[in-house]
């Protein structure tokens, strides 16, 4: 080959990877079997077949974005992730998000928050400490960092976004408008993360969700109730983090070592 028709070859697959770079992220209507998932496009991160878990393959920067668009104001929803894996003190992990119409190219360089990735909203922590970036601005620190284990959720209702850690709010409300994808930025090389089965796409679901579990800080409302049927019996309300239930809540696995406990939907009198 000749250095010229060399030369050619470069220079068709640079355009074609900056045209790839610059076309918008996939929509796809949000299921509540699968809930949540992340389009999996990014050179440094692999994702699950499933498209629900991620690991950070290289130290550089990316963020992951859903397939699934949600807006604001709007229906009431939830986003949750596990950090599995958190292995350098240097890298940090972000949740938040970002507009519906981002840009591959921006999500391939930029973590959220930052001032080169538009109208995106991060919550940012390394090991020990976190803080609230909204377009490059620090919007102030909140202490206490995230570790591995640590259960990261936002919160999206008519009123506003917030964010929970392990359950209980942190930082401020945002008011939003407009439409969205949830967003997950990795990196740091070996950093996992996955969602959580636990999602919203009503405000009921979300009340549920946020009382057992995922955010103790809503009231002492009690579990859903559900009038018994001869012909499906008892089941139980499927909302422990610890505890998985079947599809059709008759059969409950123990995922992980700790106390908790499972009551039906239906109510008996004495």
Not at 127 to 136: C, D, R, T
Not at 189 to 203: D, F, L, M, N, P
Request: hydrophobic share 35%.
């Amino acid at each position: 080959m000749s250095a010229e028709a060399l030369l050619r070859l470069m220079t068709a697959v640079i355009q074609q990877s900056e045209s790839s770079d610059d076309e918008r992220y996939p929509t796809q209507d949000y299921d509540p079997a699968t809930g949540y998932t992340f389009v999996d496009c990014m050179r440094s991160i692999d994702c699950d077949e499933s498209g629900t878990a991620a690991l950070c393959k290289k130290s550089r920067k990316a963020t992951l974005l859903t397939r699934q668009v949600f807006t604001c104001p709007g229906t009431a929803e939830l986003f949750c992730i596990r950090v599995e894996r958190l292995p350098s003190r240097e890298h940090q992990i972000c949740i938040g998000v970002a507009q519906a119409s981002t840009t591959k190219k921006v999500g391939r360089h930029y973590p959220l928050g930052d001032r080169a990735f538009p109208v995106s909203l991060g919550y940012a922590c390394r090991v020990g400490i976190s803080a609230m970036f909204n377009e490059g601005n620090d919007a102030g620190g909140l202490g206490m960092g995230w570790a591995q284990g640590t259960t990261l959720a936002i919160r999206v209702t008519p009123e506003g976004l917030s964010f929970l850690r392990d359950g209980q709010a942190v930082g401020s409300s945002f008011t939003l408008k407009g439409r969205f994808r949830f967003a997950v930025s990795l990196c740091g090389e070996g950093q996992v993360v996955r969602i959580c089965k636990a999602q919203a796409s009503s405000s009921e679901h979300l009340l549920i969700d946020l009382l057992h579990g995922l955010a103790a800080t809503e009231g002492d409302e009690g579990y859903p109730i559900q009038d018994y049927e001869p012909a499906k019996g008892y089941t139980f309300v499927d909302c422990m983090r610890s505890i998985d239930c079947d599809q059709t809540d008759t059969v409950a696995v123990c995922k992980e070592s700790r106390d908790a406990t499972l009551l039906t939907r239906q109510v008996f009198t004495c």
